[in-house]
């Protein structure tokens, strides 16, 4: 169930303060009463004194997972899409494109309203990331740009993709993905699914973002309801081959096509490829996950447990998706969605997941998550 209180959120648009709580948000009778508003990036600076009071702001203040650009037709105007993150109390957040793009002449604009129309990979949606960012630089809030190109059934292309992004925007791109291993819902819009033996040839482009320190953010399908583990072989052959790069597993490798595996099941599968890859992270995104599974308690327990018990290796995201038809309340509520299992999960993971910590050292941003305030005379 969503437990979205907006008139809350709206007053508290970010709750953490220098050590003094926000209580008359927090209606917490022990905290002494708030400070004037700060600045909220300030309070993600190592030193700040900061704190931070999960009942007055409950939802992930990281999105690493955002689509700023769609598959056709006009995404929302970038500086209107900032300001909606900044009245959600997000303060950073990955600038997706989208890689594969439908053609221009189709007139579609979504890709599940028009099978049969190739969505294919393309720079155009990172060059207009890049361009939007360069145009309207933004203040309050930081914005890591993503290459979402990448075709990775032709890996031999992607070099030179990086290569030309780099010429014309030198240092700019951080972080790679999402990209797509096998997404199930485009194959009837031409996406390919990579094969297995096509991974080994990933290794030049792996090689430049090993040494950049560039996460892979990668979509790849478990299954389905019917086969649930039918295409774990490819994770396994990435990971096999590429031990030393940071990669992030979209959705936990769920989607639509797998709503209804055993949550006992695929909770031990996740931890037993946490433990053994020590560099591979989960991604939390996407309203299907909550929808699907985490809005179920027999089986959101199995979830919480799980990223208690590995509180450094998951990243929170809503996967929302800037189509000029949606609007602030479109993304605060995919936001507060995607939040939701977070809000179970014990202060450690909070801290690392909602408040950042992990975005932080897997990029090396020189930010800091505040801790988690306690109550007056609290120990």
């Not at 900061?50 to 056709?72: K, Q």
């Not at 951080?174 to 990579?194: D, S, Y």
């Not at 769920?254 to 209804?260: C, D, P």
């Amino acid at each position: 169930m969503i437990r979205y209180q907006p008139s809350r959120l709206a007053a508290a648009l970010f709750c953490t303060v220098f050590l003094s709580g926000c209580a008359s948000l927090a209606g917490d009778p022990e905290t002494p009463p708030a400070p004037e508003q700060q600045d909220a990036l300030a309070q993600f600076t190592p030193g700040s004194g900061a704190c931070h009071v999960r009942t007055a702001h409950d939802t992930a203040v990281v999105d690493t997972h955002l689509h700023f650009r769609s598959f056709g037709g006009a995404p929302i105007p970038f500086e209107e899409m900032v300001s909606d993150l900044k009245r959600s109390g997000v303060v950073f957040a990955n600038m997706y494109g989208i890689g594969q793009m439908l053609s221009v002449g189709s007139g579609c604009e979504y890709y599940l309203d028009c099978p049969g129309t190739p969505a294919l990979p393309s720079l155009k949606n990172d060059f207009a990331n890049a361009q939007d960012l360069l145009d309207h630089p933004p203040k309050g809030i930081v914005l890591t740009l993503s290459m979402t190109f990448p075709d990775l059934a032709i890996p031999e292309s992607i070099p030179a993709g990086i290569a030309l992004l780099d010429r014309e925007y030198p240092g700019m791109f951080r972080w790679m993905g999402e990209v797509n291993v096998i997404k199930q819902a485009l194959i009837p819009n031409g996406h390919t699914p990579v094969p297995l033996e096509t991974i080994a040839r990933w290794a030049p482009f792996m090689e430049i973002l090993r040494q950049r320190n560039i996460p892979l953010a990668l979509h790849l399908d478990l299954g389905d309801d019917a086969a649930p583990l039918k295409n774990l072989a490819l994770m396994e052959e990435v990971l096999r081959l590429y031990p030393q790069n940071r990669i992030v597993w979209m959705h936990l490798g769920l989607s639509r096509q797998l709503t209804k595996t055993d949550p006992t099941e695929h909770a031990a599968l996740m931890a037993r490829m946490l433990e053994d890859h020590p560099k591979l992270s989960m991604d939390l995104s996407w309203r299907v996950l909550q929808d699907a599974y985490f809005s179920r308690p027999e089986v959101r327990v199995h979830y919480v447990a799980l990223i208690n018990r590995y509180p450094t290796r998951f990243l929170p995201g809503t996967d929302f998706l800037a189509r000029h038809i949606r609007t602030f309340e479109d993304y605060r509520t995919e936001l507060d969605a995607t939040s939701d299992i977070l809000r179970d999960v014990d202060d450690t993971a909070f801290r690392d997941i909602a408040l950042g910590q992990n975005y932080f050292e897997l990029l090396n941003l020189p930010y800091v998550a505040p801790a988690i305030c306690r109550k007056a005379g609290a120990s």
